[in-house]
């Protein structure tokens, strides 16, 4: 389990896709992380399996490649790291599990005084149900609050510090981005459905 606070930036040095599938990722020495520990990789919650100096691999299932952004990164794209929660840490952001639901598209930046507003539009229908303005998000691993829903458009006020600490500067119009729905959203919202 995370929180969407980032804790390191990471840089992609390899993506194998052979069986098993290995992401190879360059960071900072990340305390305390052991072989077979979770680390959220912009989102998606990797497994260590191979620790060399300041180098970390992770396995990826095809599920995780299918509905992730890894497939679309060349080597030196910035990932965003987070270590995963212990009970006695503050949630600063939102529980975020690290399961991908899929990925959305960047459609605009807009620079406003004290936030940038970035607006992403995804092919899947059916997320709309489960954003709300004000409620979380998770993008490339982020916690963000929701300043706006229109249909298959949601739109997040981002703050300078998280702007410039995290990969969402990189970002180029029409980049896709890993996005995680809000999962007590999705809890709420499949208990409504199981009640009918």
Known sequence: MFTGLI??????????????IELTVQAPLLESVRIGDSVSVNGACLT??????????????????????F????????????????????LGGHLVSGHIDGT????????????TVMSFVTAEKG??????????????G??????G?????FKVDVIPHTLVSTNLHTLKIGERVNIELDLIGKYLYNFNLSKE
Do not use: H
């Open 142 to 147: 982020i916690s963000l609050t929701l300043s």
């Open 127 to 140: 997320w709309m149900r489960l954003m709300i303005p004000k409620g979380s998000i998770t993008v490339n």
């Open 48 to 69: 260590v399996i191979d620790i060399d100096g300041s180098q970390y691999g992770f396995n990826l299932s095809e599920e995780t490649l299918r509905l992730s952004t």
């Open 104 to 115: 959305a598209r960047l459609k605009g930046m807009q620079k406003r005084p004290g936030s």
């Open 71 to 90: 497939g679309d990164l060349c080597p030196g794209s910035s990932l965003n790291l987070e270590l995963a929660m212990t009970l006695s840490d503050r």
């Open 7 to 20: 804790q390191y930036s990471g840089t992609l040095i390899s993506l194998s896709r052979t069986n098993p």
């Open 149 to 153: 829903v229109s249909g298959q458009e």
